[in-house]
Nanobody, 119 residues
């Protein structure tokens, strides 16, 4: 199983970016998908998660600015980031809590994509 993230980059404050993360491999089902981020010198923190049923959770710092969504048929999760602030600068990691075809449950992480917001 692999998680491949894309969509990071450099943007000015107030701008927007859209991150995508596709899960591939021997997957039976995916329970929760989400995004975490880690800024230099800080711990990794939750940004947003979404269940297979579409229930979402957001960090207070991104509520109203970020929107998480997923395409279950494509095993893909998206993060639409609007009104970006310099403090959103971090490496963003996608995450999946899934059941493999072997029926074992496991957590997987993508390699991370850099988001840099300039002031």
């Amino acid at each position: 199983v692999q998680l491949q993230a894309s969509g990071g980059g450099l943007v000015q404050a107030g701008g927007s970016l859209r991150l995508s993360c596709a899960a591939s491999g021997s997957i039976f089902s995916i329970n929760v998908m989400g995004w975490y981020r880690q800024a230099p010198g800080k711990q990794r923190e939750l940004v947003a998660t979404i269940t297979s049923a579409g229930s979402t959770e957001y960090a207070d710092s991104v509520k109203g600015r970020f929107t998480i969504s997923r395409d279950n048929a494509k095993n893909t999760v998206y993060l639409q980031m609007n009104s970006l602030k310099p403090e959103d600068t971090a490496v963003y990691y996608c995450y999946a809590d899934l059941v493999e075809s072997s029926w074992s449950r496991a957590d997987y992480w993508g390699k991370g994509t850099q988001v840099t917001v300039s002031s």
